[in-house]
């Protein structure tokens, strides 16, 4: 007689639950939940697990954003070809990718910042996550085109880049949320015109080559 080995319970991923079903009552609701004890009550789940993985539905809505660019960061790391390119190309191709995983959450993102827009002088708590994790990245890719003289060295002016790079993520985001055209090619657009102007802007200028001129005619005296 075979013995029959008896299967194990398929583990369940508390975390991605909630993320999952946050989400869902978001879509179905059009709004947040009013409870954590509700929304567990609900999910059939002790309102301890929540708070093992969460503090509050904020960090709930970090997590998404945070879980976007990872999505994001991932895909394009995955690509041989991404290695090879200049610190403008990784750029734009981070915000192509990043809109693409973005379009993936377009209903749950449209239901919370479709209307209201995202405030332009405080930064929602939700994004705090996703803004540091961004501007370690883009640091990264700056590091890389002041290497290659792609993006010129400015005193005071160089450790403000990431910041200006953050503020076109929000830009781009925006643009995007309300963009209606077919395919989002107008975000396409703005993504192009926006990062080029950027890095015409960090890159080396006619007002930069005057000042290496006029530095060397005053120490050649």
């Known amino acids: 007689m075979e013995k029959t080995t008896a299967k194990k319970p398929t583990k369940i991923d508390k975390r991605k639950k909630i993320i999952d079903a946050y989400k869902n009552y978001v879509l179905e609701h059009g709004k947040s939940p009013a409870s954590?004890?509700?929304?567990?009550?609900?999910?059939?789940?002790?309102?301890?697990?929540?708070y093992a993985f969460f503090s509050s539905f904020?960090?709930?809505?970090?997590a998404v954003w945070q879980k976007i660019f990872q999505v994001t960061l991932s895909t394009l790391e995955s690509q041989e070809i991404y290695k090879q390119y200049s610190s403008r190309e990784k750029l734009l191709a981070f915000f192509y990718t990043w809109i693409e995983e973005l379009k993936h959450?377009?209903?749950?993102?449209?239901?919370?910042?479709g209307t209201h827009q995202l405030p332009s002088h405080t930064l929602p708590q939700e994004l705090q996550g996703f803004r540091d994790d961004f501007k370690e990245y883009v640091k990264g890719v700056l590091a890389e085109g002041?290497?290659?003289?792609?993006?010129?060295k400015r005193p005071y002016l160089s450790d403000k880049y990431d910041e200006g790079l953050w503020l076109q993520v929000l830009f781009v985001f925006r643009f995007w949320i309300k963009d209606h055209s077919d395919g989002f090619e107008k975000t396409d657009e703005a993504i192009e015109k926006s990062v080029n102007l950027a890095f015409d802007l960090m890159g080396k200028s006619a007002l930069d080559t005057f000042v290496d001129f006029a530095k060397f005619l005053y120490q050649a005296r």
């Open 36 to 50: 954590v004890f509700k929304f567990t009550k609900e999910l059939k789940m002790k309102e301890a697990d929540f």
């Open 58 to 62: 904020t960090a709930v809505k970090r």
């Open 105 to 113: 959450n377009r209903s749950y993102l449209l239901v919370l910042y």
């Open 146 to 152: 002041e290497e290659n003289d792609e993006i010129a």
